[in-house]
């Protein structure tokens, strides 16, 4: 199975609200609400941000939101800060108990 | 506090096999289940498959069938997964994360430390 798709980069400034998204199927993300978004930092492991769409784990930021519509989820972050650049990874069940990661996503704030 | 640590990184031969192990601690074992997943150097994440702690059941990535095996010690609290046959494309940091054992949960809440493993000739 393919990879699901994200944007190679986005960009924004402090401050500014910027979204990823990610685009699957409707043999996943189209048809399951179990969708995760991680942030990596450069050498470390990744962080969850997001599950179940629009979930936010205890201790993440309010300003880490997500969404979801048709075969597309999206990963919404409000009041850029510094800290906040890295890369975004999604992931989607796929309904055959295997799980797809997308590409990742580059995010510069500028 | 739930911590979950690595061993140490690896360097094999082509077609030899490799174990990564995961222990953990601050949590009960057995209520939650192991994903694994590896990071080719500059690439993205990319999902081996999970087991569960409770009945042992396992579900791999299709490509990896064959020569990927995941396995728990309940009595230890680590998981371990293991990699035969190895290509000099599997080297990547291989990464242990928990996850709720329900079928279709891919929040992956706490991540180990990741291992290196590189093959090499």
């Known amino acids: 199975q393919s990879a699901l798709t994200q944007p190679a980069s986005v960009s924004g400034s402090l401050g500014q609200s910027i979204t990823i998204s990610c685009i699957g199927t409707s043999s996943d993300i189209g048809i399951y609400n179990f969708v995760s978004w991680y942030q990596q930092h450069p050498g470390k492991a990744p962080k969850l941000l997001i599950y179940d769409v629009t979930e936010r784990p205890s201790g993440v930021s309010n300003r880490f939101s997500g969404s979801k519509s048709g075969n597309t989820a999206s990963l919404t972050i409000s009041g850029l800060q510094a800290e906040d650049e890295a890369d975004y990874y999604c992931n989607s069940y796929t309904g055959i108990s295997t799980v797809l990661f997308g590409v990742g996503t580059k995010l510069t704030v500028l | ?121």
């Not at chain 2, 939650?32 to 150097?41: L, T």
């Open chain 2, 1 to 121: 506090q739930i911590h979950l640590v690595q061993s140490g990184a690896e360097v094999r031969k082509p077609g030899a096999s490799v174990k990564v192990s995961c222990k953990t601690s601050g949590y009960t074992f057995t209520t939650y289940s192991f994903a694994w997943v590896r990071q080719a150097p500059g690439q993205g994440l990319e999902w081996l498959g999970w087991v569960n702690t409770h009945n042992d059941n396992t579900n791999y990535e299709q490509s990896f069938q064959g020569r990927i095996t995941m396995t728990t010690d309940t009595s230890a609290n680590t998981a371990y997964l293991e990699l035969k046959s190895l290509r000099s494309d599997d080297t990547a940091i291989y990464y242990c994360a928990r996850k709720p054992s329900f079928w279709g949960a891919t929040n992956f809440d706490y991540w180990g430390q990741g291992t290196l493993v590189i093959v090499s000739s």
